[in-house]
């Protein structure tokens, strides 16, 4: 096929795509994406990723620091770390509405969970409580990564590393991904880490973390991640 016919081709799918798959939007988002999307994808190429790529999310919440991770053939790869610049509540995670605390665990990001028109700039719903949260009977929602740099209960960034946040989410659902994995650590989940929070009252929860953990920091793979026996599950 003629290189010309094979962009075109390519370009149709990707439209069809798009229309089968509901992304949320808003003349912001857009008004974003326009801005920044170039910087990005230079971005990307002077790290040796591509612009069409899945992405993982990491957040710690004793660093103050969010992972943006792409895939890079079998394995995901580093992209950047950005600021959080507030979460409430301290390390342990969120149990009861209105309780003040940002929750941890692992938590899933999809189409429908942007929200692209937020009074805290842009935003997305990291789908908490989910099975975990729900087995253990915790309560409350509307839990967000978003901007404006204030909150109780989500992780707010600032507005101009929510814009790149978000913007690569939103491409990696245009180019196929179906769901975002998102990372939620009370710390980096170092042998000294937890050796030092050993006496704290979630260790046991922590230790079931830590097994997710290490299992991406083996192989740079997101881990699939399920519920058995109110335990977090690993593969």
Known sequence: MPKL???IAMS?????????????????????RTKIWSQLQNKLRKKGLRDD????????KQEHLLEVWVRSGKQYKLFDKYVICFYSGGLGTKTKENDGKSPEGFYTITPKQLQPVSQ????????????????????????MIHGNCVSIGCYAMSDYNIDEIYTLVYEAFVHGQKSVQVAIFPFEMTNKNIEAYAKWTPIR???????????????HIPPVVSVANKN????
């Open 53 to 60: 790529q899945p992405v993982y999310l990491r957040l710690f």
């Open 12 to 32: 149709l799918a990707l439209i069809s795509f798009k229309s089968k798959l509901t992304i949320p939007d808003s003349p912001r988002a857009a008004g974003v």
């Open 120 to 143: 805290f700039h842009l935003a997305m719903n990291v789908g908490y409580p989910n099975a975990y949260d729900k087995q253990h009977g915790y309560t409350g929602g509307d839990i």
């Open 205 to 219: 929860f922590w230790r079931n973390m830590k097994s997710g953990y290490d299992m991406f920091e083996r192989t």
């Open 232 to 235: 977090y599950a690993f593969r």
């Open 5 to 7: 016919l094979l962009v």
